[in-house]
């Protein structure tokens, strides 16, 4: 499986006007989970499941959900999950009518801006993040004004009207090519990168590029520290230690990978480690833990409480009720759709 991005096309459940009993349409979709959520689990699950399913035939609708989602979304409901450029990417390739998005607020938001006739739900609108409420867009303005000619690079992670303000996006997936074709385009040799100061930290020592920055950090990967990993190693000789760039750039460099989600889950099922030990949130290893059985893992548990907003029954009331529309004002989305079409085709 490429956690970069897993697509299932199709519903396994008969279609709607079926008759087929509840019991067996949940052993259907049992089938999906097996081996990642225990049977007594599933079965508090299984009838919003069931509901999520015909709803999305009714809708038109596909549930778009982030690595950081919970087991029963991630592998229960999911159509498409991946990490934030995969979900960017299928959000402008998709033809359904209606996209839900399993993940947090700025992620709906790219997903609007890429496809602003389509309908675009996120289950919780409080789910935000520590990164996107650190900047607005008079900050990235004043930026600007204070450093001309150099190029603004904006981590997806942030508001359409941050966007708006910005050269070219880039997530953890891409950040580092991003960086390295804007300033060869733009031929200097130092860029804006915002708003978060370990990302761009930890680019800036994978590039040599200087980095003007913000005092952004995630709240859940500035948690770490390199005494977690010392203890880590000493918990489980011979660990994998696999850190996302969102962490500080000393735990980075104590770690023996970096990458994005997809990255992090890639080098799991490709390189098959005995033991490994992912510095990121915590779903993450629950989502890939049963689908790579030869691996160990070592398991610290970082929360983001804004990720754990969206719930099975959140999605199902979002679809019954089409709730909650995100939308973005169309002059601030045409311009952030530059920004985010140029990460793209990067
Ligand atoms: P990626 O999935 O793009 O690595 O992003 C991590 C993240 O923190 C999203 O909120
Ligand atoms: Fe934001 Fe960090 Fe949560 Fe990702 S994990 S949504 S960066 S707070």
């Given amino acids: 499986m490429n956690y970069a991005l897993a697509t299932r096309t199709t519903s396994l459940l008969p279609p709607p006007q079926s008759t087929t009993p509840r019991l067996a349409q949940a052993a259907v979709l049992y089938s999906r989970v097996r081996g990642q959520i225990p049977k007594l689990e ?4 299984a009838d919003d499941a069931i509901a999520i399913e015909r709803l999305k035939g009714e809708h038109d ?47 709906a938001e790219t997903a609007k801006i890429l496809n602003p006739s389509k309908t675009v739900l996120i289950p919780d609108v409080r789910a935000g993040c520590s990164l996107a409420d650190s900047i607005t867009a008079a900050d990235v303005r004043a930026l600007k004004a204070a450093h001309p000619g150099v190029p603004v690079v904006t981590y997806v992670n942030t508001s359409a ?25 733009w031929g200097v040799d130092r860029v804006i990168m915002i708003p978060d ?12 590029i200087e980095m003007i920055t913000w ?6 990967h ?39 989600t997809a990255g ?11 033991k490994a030990v992912l510095i990121t949130e915590c779903s993450m290893a629950d989502n890939i833990a049963a689908l790579n059985p030869r691996t160990e893992f070592l398991r610290p548990c970082n929360l983001c409480p804004h990720m754990k907003r969206i719930t099975l029954g959140g999605i199902r009331r979002s679809l019954e009720t089409m709730t909650f529309e995100v939308l973005v004002d169309p002059a601030v989305a045409s311009r952030a759709r530059l920004a985010v079409e140029r990460m793209l085709a990067i």
């Fill in 197 to 208: 100061k370990y990302l761009a930290a930890n680019i800036g020592a994978e590039t040599g």
């Fill in 264 to 274: 992090i889950a890639d080098y799991i099922s490709l390189r098959r480690p005995a």
């Fill in 215 to 220: 005092d952004g950090a995630c709240e859940v």
């Fill in 42 to 45: 599933w079965d508090s699950f």
């Fill in 222 to 260: 500035e948690r770490f520290t390199p005494a977690d990993i010392a203890e880590y190693r000493e918990a489980m000789p011979g660990v994998a230690v696999l850190a996302h760039p969102e962490c500080p750039p000393e735990v980075v460099a104590a770690a023996d990978y970096s990458g994005s």
């Fill in 61 to 107: 609708a596909i549930v778009l959900a982030h690595n950081y989602q919970t087991p029963e979304i991630f592998h229960g409901v999911a159509d498409i999950v991946g990490d934030s450029l995969a979900l960017a990417r299928e959000a402008e390739k998709t033809s359904a009518s209606v996209i839900v998005l399993a993940g947090v607020h700025f992620m």
């Fill in 161 to 185: 009207e941050v966007k708006a303000e910005t050269d070219v996006c880039c997530t953890s997936g891409n950040a580092k090519k991003v960086v390295e074709a804007i300033t060869r385009e």
